[in-house]
Nanobody, 124 residues
């Protein structure tokens, strides 16, 4: 099993940028596809982005397309979420997650390992 630790969250003004990182340890990181999810206060955990084990196939929720970029460095066992042009509605706790499944992986139920989350707050 892989263990995940997120970092990089914080408070930013609307239109600003943040980069989240998710460091993995334990089982072989390159065996896993990775995803980012977010959970706003009082709401369900929603899919944001995913990347396959090669880093070559990515998927995004429509609301972040063109603003967020997911990437991974298998040598560093790290996955990133670069967030630009942030909006107040992006405010949430952001979680990274790992899965050995392939194909479309946009449901939290498809993931077997989770980080503890990092808070992103976007002020208007």
């Amino acid at each position: 099993q892989v263990q995940l630790v997120e970092s990089g969250g914080g408070l930013v003004q609307a239109g600003g940028s943040l980069q989240l990182s998710c460091a993995a340890s334990g089982d072989s990181f390159s065996y896993y596809a990775m995803g980012w999810f977010r959970q706003a206060s009082g709401k369900e955990r929603d899919f944001v982005a995913s990347v396959d084990w090669t880093g070559g196939i990515t998927d995004y929720v429509d609301s972040v397309k063109g603003r967020f970029t997911i990437s991974r460095d298998n040598a560093q066992k790290t996955v990133y979420l670069s967030m630009n042009n942030l909006k107040p509605e992006d405010t949430a706790v952001y979680y990274c997650a790992a899965t050995r499944l392939i194909g479309r992986i946009d449901s939290p139920y498809q993931y077997s390992a989770w980080g503890q989350g990092t808070q992103v707050t976007v002020s208007s």
